[in-house]
């Protein structure tokens, strides 16, 4: 079950302690989660043994299995999500979430916003207004922001150069990926390379 975090009032367990997976998600894009709706899983010995391995990694001091366990996470939310029976879902949240998935399989490829509206049957003005409304970003800047999120990803766990990631991923050259770079994190790529 999904709970709205202004809904928690505290993370006491009175009365029946029962066996609990207790985790805080923070959902990347558009999505709307089922709160308050009850996810039956069919399978529980299944998800039980997975989530005991992912705190397994989670425990671990390799960096690598700390990463694997965030991923092997991810995945479980998302299987859980699939398997949420969710009524009424919003057909306008389901056209913006159509229109991400798209970006981030095809993240390396050069996305205009008109691409993006092509993609999704719509025009450019209102997938700029159902972005806004599900994401607070326009679609430009949620492309721009997953591009640099990626080439965070190629820097430090790829071994990619400034210029392999900013070619990669679309940018003009590598001044303006840095710049943009720095302008999101605070700081220029070259010093995630130099750790």
């Known amino acids: 079950m999904f709970l709205h975090p202004k809904d928690i009032k505290s993370y006491q367990c009175k009365g029946f302690i029962w066996e609990v997976f207790l985790m805080e998600f923070i ?15 069919s399978n529980n010995e ?8 992912i705190i397994e990694y989670f425990q671990s001091n390799q960096p690598v299995e700390r ?3 965030t991923a092997a996470l991810t995945k479980t939310i998302y299987h859980w999500l699939t398997l949420a029976k969710v009524r009424d879902q919003d057909e306008k949240l ?24 092509e993609s999704a049957g719509c025009s450019e003005q209102y997938l700029r207004k159902l972005f806004l ?5 326009t679609p430009k800047e949620y492309y721009l922001n997953s591009r640099l999120n990626t080439s965070r990803v190629l820097l430090k766990h790829k071994g990619y150069t400034i210029n392999q990631t ?6 003009y050259d590598a001044f303006h990926f840095s710049k943009a770079f720095k302008e999101k994190f605070g700081y220029p790529p070259s010093k995630i390379m130099k750790k």
């Open 27 to 41: 959902p990347n894009g558009a999505i709307n989660l089922p709160y308050q709706h009850l996810i039956t899983l």
């Open 46 to 53: 299944f998800f039980y043994q997975e989530m005991n391995q």
């Open 67 to 69: 990463h694997f366990a």
């Open 94 to 117: 389901n056209l913006v979430q159509e229109v991400i998935t798209k970006i981030h399989l095809n993240i390396t490829q050069k996305w205009q916003v008109k691409d993006m509206a």
């Open 133 to 137: 409304k599900y994401t607070n970003q």
């Open 166 to 171: 900013a070619s990669a991923l679309n940018f």
